[in-house]
């Protein structure tokens, strides 16, 4: 069964860039038609969606984090990463990777089927 886990550092300064890689076992993130979405949840707030990498590689982002989202992937490594640049405070969050069908924005985060168990990014000088 497939299974995801993010990975990286917990504390990002300001300015810098925030750099996740999420991990798949079990299922080949190049299979159709799976999409792989990266989704953050600030403390006390709700889950908002950021953007996924698609079974062919192609990306979607969601609009008020375009400018500062990148998402990648490493096919040989059945990995796939975030990067958020240019960070502040308000972006520590516990970010998670998930698995799910491919759609345009406003991006339904219920259907997203597979979840990793996320992890706390702090943003902080």
């Known amino acids: 069964q497939v299974q995801l886990q993010e990975s990286g550092p917990g504390l990002v300064k300001p300015s810098q860039t925030l750099s996740l890689t999420c991990t798949v076992s079990?299922?080949?993130?190049?299979?159709?038609?799976?999409?792989w979405s990266w989704i953050r949840q600030p403390p006390g707030k709700g889950l908002e969606w950021i953007g996924y990498?698609?079974?062919?590689?192609?990306?979607y982002y969601s609009p008020s984090l375009k400018s500062r989202t990148s998402i990648s992937r490493d096919t040989s490594k059945n990995q796939f990463t975030l990067q958020l640049s240019s960070v502040t405070p308000e972006d520590t969050a516990v970010y998670y990777c998930?698995?799910?069908?491919?759609?345009?924005?406003?991006?339904?985060?219920?259907?997203?089927?597979?979840w990793g168990q996320g992890t706390l990014v702090t943003v902080s000088s």
């Open positions: 079990g299922g080949s993130i190049t299979t159709n038609y799976y999409y």
């Open positions: 990498i698609a079974y062919s590689g192609s990306t």
């Open positions: 998930a698995r799910g069908p491919g759609s345009s924005y406003p991006y339904h985060c219920e259907y997203l089927e597979v």
